[in-house]
């Protein structure tokens, strides 16, 4: 079993830049499909990045294409989302996730078995 603990968050003005992390222990993982979820007051848990390890597959939503971007370092066995050009509607609770079925890659957030505790995420206009 892995357990995930995300960082990097906090409050940023619109047009900045922030690079959350997800730091896994327990499991490699090389296993799993690493995603990228926000959640924010009164909506629904959205999909907004997730890769592969084992080719480097990476899906990102619409909405943050061009401006987020998702990585991982193997030696550390860490993944990163890094935001550029953040918005207001940006804000949002951003949580690590990690998928065992490693067949495609999945936005549902249904299922992603491991959860880190979230790390929020403040755009001011």
């Known amino acids: 079993q892995v357990q995930l603990v995300e960082s990097g968050g906090g409050l940023v003005q619109a047009g900045g830049s922030l690079r959350l992390s997800c730091a896994a222990s327990g499991h490699t993982l090389r296993s799993y499909i690493t995603g990228w979820f926000r959640q924010a007051p009164g909506k629904e848990r959205e999909f907004v990045a997730a890769i592969r390890w084992s080719d480097g597959n990476i899906k990102l939503a619409d909405f943050v294409k061009g401006r987020f971007t998702i990585s991982r370092d193997s030696a550390n066995n860490m993944v990163y989302l890094q935001m550029n050009s953040l918005k207001p509607e940006d804000t949002a609770v951003y949580y690590c996730?990690?998928?065992?079925?490693?067949?495609?890659?999945?936005?549902?957030?249904?299922?992603?078995?491991?959860w880190g505790q979230g790390t929020q995420v403040t755009v001011s206009s």
């Open positions: 996730a990690a998928n065992p079925d490693t067949r495609a890659i999945v936005t549902s957030y249904k299922f992603y078995n491991y």
